[in-house]
């Protein structure tokens, strides 16, 4: 241990010790005055105010003058008042007694008709609850919606026209000063008004529209009714169970074209996913197919809807094949029902959501 | 050195920058994890009728089959007054546009038809609407004429399985304790009746106090104890004969509670000699039994595993009533309830995944379920008096007794959705307790 440790030591220790019993740390409580104050109204200060107030003086004060007394002395008379005449009662009127009631052969009681059969029974009202609102002096004001109920995209910033009309500015090799390189002004728009692609005249001719890509051929129609005699016959294939079956056998996931442009924002891809979410019902799923995470691929028409019959299956994790059926089934009605007046996506970016692959996930549903 | 580190270093932040505006290489992908949970609204037009002798069954079988899949709570009927358009024929093409507007997202159509026999022939198909597709496959039913009910039960059980992915319990019955009388002087006998009250039939007289009816696996028996000689005996009775004949007894003892194994050949039940109640095993066939538990205290309610391995049962032998579970063949339990109150009554579930149970805590009873390990347990129900739980077949459902209070008191049937949703009172003539549910028929 060297000296400057030693030294430190020591001098911590004094430290302490004098904070322990050198009363460093002890303290007295400081004197303080307490004085009784009362809140009193707005009313109440005005009206104390006011009697502390100094009167106004008065210009001139008039003296009372003294009442004109009578110069003679009033007469004095000492007649007894007499009573008030009280009529006497008329004692012919109340002294016949009230009349007895009249009392006639007391019926026999009526036998009570006792049926065996049982009272009806009315069906017990249910247990219920009400929960009773607190009560108080005053009510709050409502609170401000602050937060929109649904997720949107942001809006596009507004287009601000500049004030100054710029050349653009090029780097020109030949020239000794290279000038700061900047980007022409926009000009304005051409048209004055807004013309919606409704308005406008239909074109002369389009060119003829792509072919979609290739897919599996659709489920042929389910054929009639065979003529069994019980509900246990087991159904024959369909479609989404071909597809089920496609989708177990391939391990990888069916290719989908490839999409380009720029991606959706956060705020965007939030929208869709909550525009499925209100239409993915879950209620009448079994259990089993509430621990069926399903993935399903779709393809989507430039006005926003699912091509219906492009929806598929593409892997399924947590569940028995028919868990799957019912996982798949439930997802694809919500993509379809509410897609069906187009999702809100910005057309100029359909080639990043012309392919979806929506998981489902339903573990926050999950019935325990 | 140090500036090549921070051209780099620029390099990667520019990069990381310049990433999201890039262009995106495949399929956008988003996950759901929130949906809604709310029943599916679906359209059951009246059946078509293919002869003048099916009209009145086509009509009232599109009724029944409405009836069944709404009163599970996971389905909403659309009424026939918002149909755009009907179904006059089997075999044409459903216009699903009509169906999407009145937001039908299942539709089932169907035909009826009294063949040359006799015989009444139900053809029907399941649409999903949305996606313009059927599902699964038509399906055709035959019957006698009387029983169209159970017909229109199997197709709503055929509506239900291929939606939900599991299997219904419309098709199915439900023996319990019929009572009548006031409270001091109830005369209770068995009856029996279609899952939804129709069809009902007694099966016992009220001369003797009758309880705990209990199916056998097949539907074909129902065990039940009866004070007919004074002390509580287990009887056998035979559903299509109304037979009944009386188990093996001992003289001195009270025997009660039985319940059959999943084998349909045992039966295991409480006997209570000399003060002291344990569990039994008995062969139907041979009448040997077996005792499984030799404990002080009292032990009951037992209840096999689907499997027929595990027993749960309920004991006081830890100063209060809980639940337990031991092996089939008798042994160590080990106790599964771990809440505050008292436990009775446990019920194994058809699938074999949870346990129902009748608690009673802080004065109030309820009905509730827990795993087979006591975990994860939850109170359906609450009420002055619940009790006596029995599982649907597919184990989705339980059915209870419930009695008010009072002297004017009386008990009746309820059921309600293992999520604790879809509490109803079950449709009875009389006063009813002590339900049991049949398996599907």
């Known amino acids: 241990m060297n000296t400057g440790q030693i030294i430190s030591g020591a001098g911590h220790i004094s430290l302490i010790a004098w904070a322990l019993f050198g009363n460093l740390l002890a303290s007295e409580p400081i004197p303080f005055e307490v004085m009784e104050v009362t809140a009193i109204s707005e009313e109440q200060f005005a009206a104390v105010m006011a009697t502390q107030r100094t009167p106004d003086a008065a210009a001139e004060i008039a003296a009372p003058q003294a009442p004109d007394m009578p110069s003679e002395a009033p007469a004095l008379s000492s007649q007894v008042d007499t009573a008030p005449e009280q009529p006497a009662p008329d004692a012919a009127q109340s002294t016949t007694p009230d009349a007895a009631p009249e009392l006639t052969q007391t019926a026999p009681p009526v036998e009570a008709e006792v049926s065996d059969e049982p009272p009806v029974l009315e069906p017990p009202q249910e247990d219920m609850a009400a929960l009773v609102p607190e009560t108080t002096l005053r009510p709050k004001p409502r609170p401000v919606e602050r937060v929109a109920p649904e997720q949107v995209a942001p809006p596009e910033p507004d287009t601000a026209v500049d004030d100054v009309q710029r050349e653009e500015v090029r780097p020109d090799e030949s020239a000794e000063e290279q000038a700061e390189e900047s980007e022409a002004t926009a000009p304005e728009e051409a048209a004055t008004e807004i013309v919606t692609e409704a308005e406008q005249a239909a074109p002369s001719k389009s060119v003829r529209p792509k072919a979609r890509p290739a897919r599996a051929p659709a489920p042929e129609p389910a054929p009639e009714p065979e003529p069994t005699q019980t509900a246990e016959t087991p159904p024959e294939p369909s479609g989404i169970e071909a597809a089920l079956a496609a989708a177990a056998e391939t391990s990888e996931p069916t290719s989908a074209p490839t999409s380009s442009g720029p991606p959706l924002s956060a705020g965007e891809t939030d929208a869709l996913r909550v525009a499925v979410q209100q239409c993915w019902n879950v209620g009448s799923l079994s259990s089993e197919a509430l621990n069926t995470t399903v993935v399903v691929g779709m393809q989507m028409t430039e006005d926003a809807k699912p091509v219906s019959s492009s929806i598929r299956l593409i892997s399924a994790t947590g569940g028995s094949s028919g868990a799957t059926k019912q996982a798949y089934e439930a997802a694809r009605r919500a993509i379809i029902r509410c897609g069906a007046r187009g999702y809100n996506l910005p057309a100029e970016k359909y080639g990043a959501w012309r392919n979806i692959e929506m998981t489902f996930n339903p573990e926050k549903m999950r019935i325990k | ?441």
């Open chain 2, 1 to 441: 050195m140090m500036h090549r580190f921070l051209t780099l270093l620029t390099v990667l932040f520019t990069a990381l920058l310049i990433q999201p505006a890039a262009a995106q290489d495949g399929p956008l992908r988003i996950e759901i994890t929130e949906g809604v949970i709310e029943p599916l609204p679906f359209a059951v037009p009246a059946f078509v009728a293919d002869n003048a002798a099916a009209e009145e069954a086509a009509r009232n079988i599109a009724g029944v089959i409405a009836a069944d899949l709404t009163g599970t709570g996971l389905f909403r009927e659309i009424p026939a007054k918002a149909f755009i358009s009907g179904i006059t024929s089997f075999s044409s093409p459903v216009q699903f546009a009509d169906w999407k507007a009145v937001n039908a997202q299942a539709l089932v159509t169907g035909a009826v038809s009294v063949d040359a026999g006799g015989k009444l022939v139900v053809r029907f198909r399941i649409w999903d609407v949305f996606a313009g597709q059927e599902l699964g496959s038509g399906l055709q039913l035959v019957g006698t004429q009387d029983g169209w009910r159970r017909i229109a039960h199997k197709v709503a059980d055929q509506v239900y399985a291929r939606i939900t992915g599991e299997g219904g319990y419309f098709d199915s019955r439900v023996v319990f304790v019929s009572e009548t009388g006031p409270k001091d002087k109830r005369a209770k006998r068995l009856a029996i009746m279609d899952y939804d009250g129709a069809n009902l039939t007694y099966l016992t007289d009220s001369s003797s106090i009758v309880l705990a009816p209990r199916f056998s696996p097949t539907g074909d028996r129902i065990l039940y104890t009866s004070y007919e000689t004074g002390f509580p005996r287990i009887y056998v009775l035979d559903v299509a004969s109304v037979r009944r004949r009386e188990l093996e007894s001992q003289d001195g003892t009270m025997s009660f509670a039985p319940r059959f194994g999943p084998d349909g050949t045992t039966v295991v039940y409480s006997l209570s000699r000399g003060g002291n109640t344990d569990i039994f095993t008995m062969d139907v066939g041979t009448g040997r039994s077996t005792q499984l538990t030799s404990a002080p205290s009292i032990e009951t309610a037992p209840s096999f595993s689907p499997d027929g391995r595990q027993i749960v049962f309920e004991s006081d032998r830890s100063g209060s009533n809980q639940l337990y579970i031991m092996s089939a063949s008798g042994g160590e339990a080990h106790r599964i309830s771990s809440g505050t109150g008292q436990y009775g009554t446990p019920v194994w579930s058809p699938r074999g995944d949870l346990i129902a149970f009748t608690k009673q805590s802080k004065g109030r009873f309820h009905i509730g379920v827990m795993r087979t390990d006591g975990s994860e347990e939850r109170l359906l129900t609450a009420s002055f008096l619940d009790e006596g739980p029995t599982w649907s077949p597919n184990g989705r459902v339980i059915m209870f007794t419930r009695e008010t209070q009072g002297a004017q008191g009386a008990a009746s049937l309820y059921s309600v959705d293992i999520t604790g949703r879809n509490l109803r009172r079950v449709s009875t003539a009389t006063g009813a307790s002590d339900p049991a549910w049949s398996p599907l028929q």
